[in-house]
């Protein structure tokens, strides 16, 4: 088991170390191991937690596909 820190994740990432703490910030990232100040990362559970996730499928889809753009208006006459 090896732990990355924050600037070990940037680096993995390609981003910048303020871009990991937005990524924090915003749930991106799994939960830090906090020892004083310094952070440190799981390099398995970060490269887990980043591999995309399988789309559930959908089934039995009734409506057809939603056409873009606003409703037009109906004249009647």
């Known amino acids: 088991m090896r732990y990355l820190t924050k600037d070990e994740v940037a680096g993995?990432?390609?981003?910048?170390?303020?871009?990991?703490t937005t990524y924090m910030s915003q749930g991106l990232l799994p939960p830090p191991l906090q020892l004083g100040?310094?952070?440190?990362?799981?390099?398995?559970a970060v490269?887990?937690?980043l591999q995309p996730k399988p789309k559930p499928i959908?089934?039995?889809?009734?409506?057809?596909?939603?056409?873009?753009?606003?409703?037009?208006?109906?004249?009647?006459?």
Request: proline letters at 8%.
């Open 47 to 49: 490269i887990q937690h």
């Open 58 to 77: 959908v089934a039995n889809k009734t409506a057809g596909p939603a056409r873009p753009g606003r409703p037009r208006k109906v004249v009647l006459i």
């Open 37 to 44: 100040r310094k952070l440190l990362w799981d390099e398995s």
């Open 12 to 20: 993995l990432l390609r981003v910048s170390v303020r871009t990991i």
